[in-house]
DNA sequence: GTCTATATAGCGATAGAC
DNA sequence: GTCTATCGCTATATAGAC
């Protein structure tokens, strides 16, 4: 008769993926225990190392689950833009929103400021995970700005690209910060909002002339 | 005769800081067990408790060593720039040249990466200490911002701060990021080179139209 | 695939001799 | 001010019943 479909069973390996993504972004990924996580996931202790391994699979399957398709989302984003003849906004915009869509979404927000944070974790094996997922990005997104900003040095563009990754793992991280400082002046708003003020700024600054180097007219790169 | 003059002993209270400082900025703050310090360290587990009470107050002072000289001299300098009328890139350079040096020197390099990472910090304490170190700083700091961009919102002069701050911690922290990302092209260099791109890109994004609003021509503010 | 029970190890902190 | 020894706790990981 009817076949048996499980009723949206979240299933435990997925109930621990979420758990841990919590506590690893509210904690730290060291300082959050197999045993806190177990528990919030209603699951039992040694369910970790049945379905991951150890916890560095754990970490490992985390961070996978979000970073893929996210960067799927910028590569997609960017052969878009690119394909319209899309300006530096355009290109920015393609790196940008898919990131803080990501950390506004209030199942992933968590994942948010995890990945904010997890360019500065020392563990080497996230580094190896993050320089894996990354790779593609930034080798598709800094060739795509090179050819937005002829004028620069190729080195002044990659610079630049790591300042624009720094102003948006520090939103993405430490939305609560600015808060905190503005006393609650500054709110994180839309994805949307965000961008925008993002890429105002960040379109500015790269195309800015070369420090050192000849003047050159900014805003000649496509919008 | 000569007065006993003690060759520069370092002090069990400094050795203790030093190693600390390193293993933080190596393993992260939480991953750093004491055992691990005070072997560095050349010191006994318990002088720890001794010197500082707890794991607590040893990291409140790694902190706070390294934090008090850069904020005064941040302090210091944007007071020299403002009595010169200084304009937008001296403002910038008086917050970005002190914590650039200080990360750049050799013994104090891992207390560059540390600082970097602890904006992301989980720990509560660990954010308690930074908004108190950099409370005055970024009060000070925003208000001169305020005062060059007369055009700008407060909130978005605030916003716009919170990228420098970003694009600044990333590239405090992650110095080694984007030499493995560039495949070795990219390398700090000193201070004065990174302080110059930092300035040459952060100047023409504080200098941007505001996101929704009236255009601005850029530039009008002071230089 | 999920459980209990446990092995093994490391942690921060403290007491008390010197 | 520095040491040894140890307490009390938590961690990851695993073995084996169900």
Known sequence: MTKTIEPVEAGTR???MDAAEALFSERG???ASLRAITERAGANLAAVHYHFGSKQGL???VFARRLTPVNEERLRRLGRAEES???LEEVL???LVPALDMARDASHGAFGRLMGRAFMEPDDE???ILIEQFS???HRFTAALTRLLPELPEEEVLWRFHFVAGSLGHTVACG???ERFSDGRCAMGTAEEAAARLVTFLAAGLCAPAPGGAGRPPGSAGH
């Open 14 to 16: 997925e109930s621990l």
């Open 29 to 31: 990924i060291q300082a």
């Open 59 to 61: 970490v490992r399957a």
């Open 85 to 87: 003849g899309g300006n």
């Open 93 to 95: 915009r393609a790196f």
């Open 126 to 128: 996230i580094r190896e």
């Open 136 to 138: 593609e990005v930034l």
């Open 176 to 178: 609560q910060l600015i």
